[in-house]
C-alpha cells in the first residue's frame, strides 16, 4: 500500500515560514486527495488542508487560510505544505495523509505518514 514519507518540520520563530513535504510511494490509485493534520499536545487532532491530485481542488481549516497553502507536484508524488505567518498555536506534530477524497473528516483517511514537528517559538 501507500507509503508517505514526509519532511521539513522544524523550530521557526513567530511569523517566519516553513514547508512540509510529503512524498508518496507505492500504490496510491485508491487515494484521490492528500491532506495534512496536526496534533498539539492535549489537543485532538485536527485537520490543516487537503488537496486532490486530479483538479487540485483544495480545503483549508478556518485557523490557517490565508497563511498556509497546499500544493501538489503530481510527477512526483509529492504534496506540500507552504506555511506562513506561523504562530504559536501552529506547534503540533503535523501528520500527512492519503485519503479516499477531499474531506476533513478523519474517516476518509486510509494511510497515515509518521509525523514531523514543528514549533514556532514566541
Known amino acids: 500500500q501507500v507509503q508517505l514519507v514526509e519532511s521539513g518540520g522544524g523550530l521557526v520563530q513567530a511569523g517566519g515560514s516553513l514547508r512540509l513535504s510529503c512524498i508518496a510511494s507505492?500504490?496510491?490509485?485508491?487515494?484521490?486527495?492528500m491532506g495534512w493534520f496536526r496534533q498539539a499536545p492535549g489537543k485532538e487532532r485536527e485537520f490543516v488542508a487537503a488537496?486532490?491530485?486530479?483538479?487540485?481542488?483544495?480545503d483549508y481549516a478556518d485557523s490557517v487560510k490565508g497563511r498556509f497553502t497546499i500544493s501538489r507536484d503530481n510527477a512526483k508524488n509529492t504534496v506540500y505544505l507552504q506555511m506562513n505567518s506561523l504562530r504559536p498555536e501552529d506547534t503540533a506534530v503535523y501528520y500527512c495523509?492519503?485519503?479516499?477524497?477531499?474531506?476533513?473528516?478523519?474517516?476518509?483517511?486510509?494511510?497515515w505518514g509518521q509525523g514531523t514537528q514543528v514549533t514556532v517559538s514566541s
Open positions: 495523509a492519503a485519503s479516499a477524497r477531499l474531506s476533513n473528516e478523519q474517516k476518509y483517511v486510509n494511510k
Open positions: 507505492g500504490r496510491t490509485f485508491s487515494n484521490r486527495a
Open positions: 488537496i486532490t491530485w486530479s483538479a487540485g481542488t483544495t
